[in-house]
């Protein structure tokens, strides 16, 4: 009886092993989705933040109301073809997580059970 418990536990370490690794391959897509958005709502407030700024009476550097309008033209051309290649290389993967997942899930709840032939 003790080497199935045994079997079971490894079973379970390297099933946990997995099911982290999954985790933090979902969280790096989330992170780089959320830098993504980050930027998205920086570059439409810079705007406005330099107004407030030139309104408090900062008249030094003239020239940032160019590059402020340069730099979200140049991202309002370039976000778009940088989303779709990430969400076109991590669409696959998050639905590969997701099944991964799922698998894990099942291969829990057989292991709980004591079913470990198939593992």
Request: aromatic residues 6%; contains cysteine; charged residues 25%.
């Amino acid at each position: 009886m003790a080497g199935v418990d045994r079997e079971r536990e490894a079973l379970h370490a390297r099933l946990r092993s997995i099911e982290s690794d999954l985790s933090g391959a979902s969280a790096a897509i989330s992170d780089v989705e959320g830098k993504l958005a980050y930027i998205d709502s920086a570059m439409a407030s810079l705007p406005s933040r330099l107004t407030t700024v030139r309104v408090r009476g900062y008249a030094a550097m003239g020239h940032l109301e160019k590059s402020i309008e340069l730099l979200t033209k140049k991202w309002m051309e370039a976000s778009p073809t940088i989303k779709q290649a990430f969400y076109n290389n991590v669409q696959p993967l998050t639905a590969q997580i997701r099944i991964l997942q799922s698998d894990a899930n099942r291969l829990r709840a057989e292991i709980s059970r004591g079913n470990t032939a198939f593992c």
